[in-house]
């Protein structure tokens, strides 16, 4: 299954020969010719590369850390800390995460082009919701990665990215920007579209696939960036039923807690009802997260702030959350205790090189916050502190003799929120497209929530996305070698990662700088 589409691998295939491009990519589309035959292309519909070591080093969850080694990473690692535009070729780079989500989107494609052409019968519908929830959510990230944040006012004249409905049939075909405001309604189209198509029953392996609490928890997400709190409480709640505290992962009592590599392996593998939907992605994020060769990323002082020193429940040092993080002490370098690297065998004991790192891209964590700012936007601030104080039963440790000691007596609310998150700066003010319907008490509340959601998914990309959204300041700061700070304004343009050279040569407008 190959076809043309906006990649900068395969258009660099093409620069390189045509005819050989021709040669060994072949329309194959007659072979999907049974549902099953369709269900199985959609396993390709699934992003095989992760936006973590972009995100996460553009973010203030990185800094310097001290490093006396070179790595193969490292010019990837420096652009995204510098927050250039580059033309680094190694994985995990910008092209690599444009080339990929593409290459899933062709799948959704040629997958929906194939039930088209079977008649769209019944016995095609739940691949169909399945192909289109997944172009959606993949357009979704690519629009959030190499766009601006989505302004309601504004996104009718803001660049988004191109909308890819058809498989390619011509060997080089040129392609424009859609507008963000038409990208937006693209994405909802095809979500509203295929979600209610969706089966779980049909999955052998569902944590890999669409669900529909999967897609629940995308389309929260979605509305939660547009702006939609109705819809994002509908979805949540859709998401967590009537009991979200068994849908939460249980840190608390998660098996393995002193073997690291047993516990990461249990994060995101455990059959946790949060995890919602899983990927094993081709990238050596589970060791560049924490590689003390590479100078960007977290490090002691980002882990003592966020998780040793006193938190809004009071407790604090080492037993202060379920988080479970480790430091090296020679390169100040700190990680989350989350990814496992595994590897793709192609024969025994032979392995292909590349690492795939196991991560999660949509949880009930998310959704639960997510909700919880819905509540905050509402004004409904006894339903957002059910869900706050929900998270955080979850995460504190209020004594470190008993992981189940009672946690009535740690509970926030409003008072607590405003003297712990207000007048402090190091919790700036957001400032979203609706910023103006923001008051003082919701300002305190949704600060709250973006904390933890910052805390909650360290080295998971998704601090990013709150930046972008709530134009927050970035500083990054040169610890140990001393240069200046450089800093990344609310409104800074590099917010949009620059569209890849590769794509730019067929007609993709590049981001304005």
């Known amino acids: 299954m190959k076809t043309n589409i906006l990649t900068g691998g395969l258009m660099m295939m093409l620069a390189a020969s045509c005819n050989s491009f021709l040669d060994v990519?072949?329309?194959?589309?007659?072979?999907l010719d049974s549902p099953d035959a369709v269900k199985e292309v959609l396993v390709s519909a699934y992003p095989q590369a992760h936006y973590y070591h972009i995100c996460?080093?553009?973010?203030?969850?990185?800094?310097?850390?001290?490093?006396?080694?070179?790595?193969?990473?490292?010019?990837?690692?420096?652009?995204m800390y510098y927050w250039d535009d580059g033309t680094e070729t190694s994985q995990d780079n910008p092209v690599y995460v444009w080339t990929n989500y593409y290459e899933a989107i062709a799948a959704s494609n040629m997958a929906l082009e194939a039930i088209e052409e079977?008649?769209?019968?019944?016995?095609?519908?739940?691949?169909?919701?399945?192909?289109?929830?997944c172009r959606a959510f993949n357009h979704f990230i690519l629009v959030n990665l190499f766009a601006e944040h989505y302004d309601p006012n504004k996104a009718e004249n803001m660049l988004g990215i191109p909308y890819n409905t058809k498989p390619e049939t011509q060997a080089i075909v040129y392609y424009t920007r859609d507008n963000l405001k038409r990208v937006y309604e693209l994405i909802e189209e095809d979500l509203t579209k295929g979600l209610p198509l969706l089966k779980d029953e049909t999955y052998e392996v569902p944590k890999y696939h669409f669900t529909k609490a999967a897609a629940s928890a995308f389309a929260a997400r979605f509305y939660q960036y547009k702006g939609d709190w109705d819809k994002v409480i509908?979805?949540?709640?859709?998401?967590?039923?009537?009991?979200?505290?068994?849908?939460?992962?249980?840190?608390?009592?998660?098996k393995n807690r002193s073997d690291k590599d047993a516990y990461q392996q249990d994060y995101f593998y455990g059959e946790h009802a949060s995890t919602l939907l899983m990927v094993s992605a081709i990238s050596?994020?589970?060791?560049?997260?924490?590689?003390?060769?590479?100078?960007?990323?977290?490090?002691?002082?980002?882990?003592?702030?966020?998780?040793?020193?006193?938190?809004?429940?009071?407790?604090?040092?080492?037993?202060?959350?379920?988080?479970?993080?480790?430091?090296?002490t020679p390169s100040d370098a700190a990680q989350m205790r989350?990814?496992?690297?595994?590897?793709?065998?192609?024969?025994?004991?032979?392995?292909?090189?590349?690492?795939?790192?196991?991560?999660?891209?949509?949880?009930?964590?998310?959704a639960l916050l997510n909700r919880a700012e819905a509540y905050i936007m509402k004004h409904e601030f006894d339903l957002a502190l059910e869900d706050i104080n929900l998270l955080l039963s979850e995460r504190i440790w209020v004594n470190k003799n008993d992981v189940d000691a009672d946690f009535t007596a740690y509970r926030v609310n409003l008072a607590k929120i405003k003297a712990f998150y207000d007048d402090n700066?190091?919790?700036p003010d957001l400032a979203p497209f609706y910023a103006s319907e923001i008051d003082e008490d919701q300002m305190s509340l949704l600060k709250c929530v973006v904390d933890w959601r910052r805390r909650e998914f360290m080295q998971e990309g998704l601090r990013w996305f709150d930046i972008k959204r709530f134009h927050?300041?970035?500083?990054?700061?040169?610890?140990?070698?001393?240069?200046?700070?450089?800093?990344?304004?609310?409104?800074?343009?590099?917010?949009?990662?620059?569209?890849?050279?590769?794509?730019?040569?067929?007609?993709?407008?590049?981001?304005?700088?």
């Open 56 to 79: 996460e080093v553009m973010s203030d969850n990185a800094q310097e850390r001290k490093v006396s080694s070179t790595h193969s990473r490292a010019t990837l690692n420096k652009q």
């Open 338 to 366: 989350k990814f496992k690297e595994l590897f793709k065998y192609n024969s025994v004991g032979s392995t292909t090189g590349k690492g795939y790192a196991v991560g999660c891209l949509l949880s009930t964590e998310e």
């Open 425 to 427: 700066e190091k919790y």
């Open 284 to 328: 050596w994020w589970a060791r560049d997260n924490y590689s003390t060769s590479l100078r960007f990323g977290m490090t002691r002082d980002i882990y003592t702030d966020l998780y040793y020193n006193k938190n809004i429940c009071g407790t604090s040092g080492s037993s202060a959350t379920f988080y479970i993080t480790s430091t090296y």
């Open 118 to 133: 079977a008649g769209d019968t019944d016995e095609y519908s739940t691949a169909k919701g399945e192909a289109l929830v």
């Open 25 to 31: 990519v072949p329309d194959n589309r007659t072979l």
């Open 234 to 254: 509908e979805y949540t709640s859709n998401v967590l039923g009537a009991n979200p505290q068994k849908k939460l992962r249980d840190l608390r009592h998660i």
């Open 472 to 513: 927050l300041p970035v500083v990054h700061e040169f610890k140990f070698t001393g240069d200046p700070a450089i800093t990344l304004t609310g409104d800074d343009l590099r917010r949009a990662i620059q569209i890849p050279t590769e794509a730019q040569g067929f007609g993709v407008e590049p981001n304005p700088r």
